[in-house]
């Protein structure tokens, strides 16, 4: 079974930082292309990053040279850290992967930035 578990939402302040944690389970994790998308309320899920298995990565135009997603093989984790902060990017962010045919996702966890 396949479980995607994110951890590390909070409130915080504009220009503050956050490192979100995605642990995955039942998967061969270093395989996979593993993306952090983010929904905000009243809007469409986007994707916000992605890093390969290759560690190749890829961000969105609105969170480039703020947000570095990493990914650590050994835990089966993908994190994203956040920096400089702006009420935009208020959301619940998910974690996410394609795999055996199928689109997986956790429950996400919520980010929300004001002051």
């Known amino acids: 079974q396949v479980r995607l578990v994110e951890s590390g939402g909070a409130l915080v302040q504009p220009g503050g930082s956050l490192r979100l944690s995605c642990t995955a389970s039942?998967?061969?994790?270093?395989?996979?292309?593993m993306n952090w998308y983010r929904q905000a309320t009243g809007k469409q899920r986007e994707l916000v990053a992605n890093?390969?298995?290759?560690?190749?990565?890829n961000y969105a135009d609105s969170v480039k040279g703020r947000f570095t997603i990493s990914r650590n093989n050994v835990y089966n984790t993908v994190s994203l850290q956040m920096n400089s902060l702006v009420p935009e990017d208020t959301a619940a962010y998910y974690c996410?992967?394609?795999?055996?045919?199928?689109?997986?996702w956790g429950r996400g966890t919520q980010v929300t930035v004001s002051s």
């Open positions: 039942g998967i061969n994790f270093r395989l996979y292309t």
């Open positions: 996410n992967v394609g795999a055996r045919g199928s689109l997986f």
């Open positions: 890093i390969t298995s290759g560690g190749s990565t």
